[in-house]
């Protein structure tokens, strides 16, 4: 039996039914108000209580790996973290949140993965200086909670937890299974990805809320210069599209966290210089070097930076006529993040200039025309399910960073054009979907 035959069969099966088995239960036992009411009655099912009996998890869960029994230790810790999903759903269905569980909930996480880091350091898996770092990050996101008045955890923290958890599954592997092709120089980037979110997280506690949508944009102001920077010092390309990514997913809330907190007069104009220089500058010189001759790179990079601009422009003034003050659920014409994943994927993987260029000239024409298309962070997003959308990003956060390793992203670059594609077309499919439920 081959390693992943073993590995799927001793360790992802017994993960997805228990986590099949949490899903079931939560959504087949709180449907009715009498579920509801006879949960709230219980305060062993209380989610602050759920977090509680977290607390010695990770404990036990390092005691059974230094005893000797891995595989033990990795179902034994892989359901205690499914229980952080489910104190979270219980907490809203039965209107359970408490000022108290925000703090203990994140907290619960960090005494369950910390341990194990620390082990994991110990034995030689981690470097320990970034695990060290790490955790001085985590634990003064944690004690800021002590005098701030939202205590629940942020966008990075979130991210941190998840992303934390795959790391030591990714360890986990290696340590039951030895060396794994799939899985090989991954386990630094990994780390060091965490370590970066902890940072941001600690960082966005303490910031006043107002300044989090100025914030993001001026990260993604700074991914786009530095972008430039590499396309034009003769880098790969492919990394200039990497910072666009970094962009695209600070741009993803910048808008979002602007409604929620409020943002600063300026607000609007650091968005929208920063979505220029990353999804239009940058991106329009990407486009430009996939060319071998500079006029016609120059040209068509020309043609779709301009699009950007006007796209930008166009949408500013009609906002502002309408007498919009919030966010928008759809968009006349392709958005500018969207045409930056399509035109830089397609200009960065496609070997063939005249299908670069057509793909590049399609998606200008869409981002300046008037086909609805429906806003991915407000209109998208929430419709996807919560356990869809964490698989999805987990699989395509641990892809990137096992690229970033390797210095080979033909599978991120892959899964980002099918994704920029489909986002692409859903107006036409759209269209035949109603036409055919008529």
Known sequence: MTPYSSILLEIALPVFFMLGAERFAVYRYL??????????RHVWLHPNSISRARYPMGFVSVALLHLGFPRLCFLFFTFWMITDITDGDIARKCDLYTEEGATIDPLSDKLMYAPMLLYLAWSGWLNPLLVVLFLIFDITGQAS???????????????KTFLVVVLLIVVGLELI?????????????????????????????????????????????????????????????????????????LDLFDGRAAERWGSTPQGEIFDDVADGTSFGLTVGLIVTVAFASLWSGLFIGGVY??????????????????????????????????????????????????????????????????VSYPHFGRAVLPKIPKIVRVLVLGAFLFLLALGVRRDEYLAPLLISFVAAVSYLVSPWVAKVCRRGAR
């Open 177 to 249: 299974y030895g060396p794994l092709p799939l899985l090989a120089r991954s386990i630094y980037p990994l780390l060091a990805i965490c370590t970066a979110l902890a940072f941001c997280s600690a960082v966005f506690k303490v910031i006043p809320n107002y300044w989090y949508a100025n914030i993001l944009s001026i990260l993604n102001l700074i991914c786009g210069l530095a972008g430039c920077w590499v396309v034009l010092s003769g880098r790969p390309p492919v990394y200039a599209l990497g910072l666009v990514f970094l962009g695209q997913f």
């Open 145 to 159: 909670r002590r005098f701030i008045p939202v205590k629940a955890a942020n966008l990075f923290g979130k991210a």
């Open 305 to 370: 930076l301009a699009a950007v601009v006007f796209r930008l422009v166009r949408f500013v003034v009609e906002k502002r006529k309408a007498g919009v003050t919030g966010g928008v659920t759809t968009f006349a014409g392709l958005p500018s993040p969207a045409g930056a994943l399509m035109a830089g994927t397609a200009s960065v993987l496609l070997p063939s200039e005249l299908a670069v260029g057509v793909i590049v000239l399609l998606t200008a024409l869409l981002m300046v025309s008037r």
């Open 31 to 40: 449907r009715t108000p009498r579920q509801v009411e006879w949960v709230r």
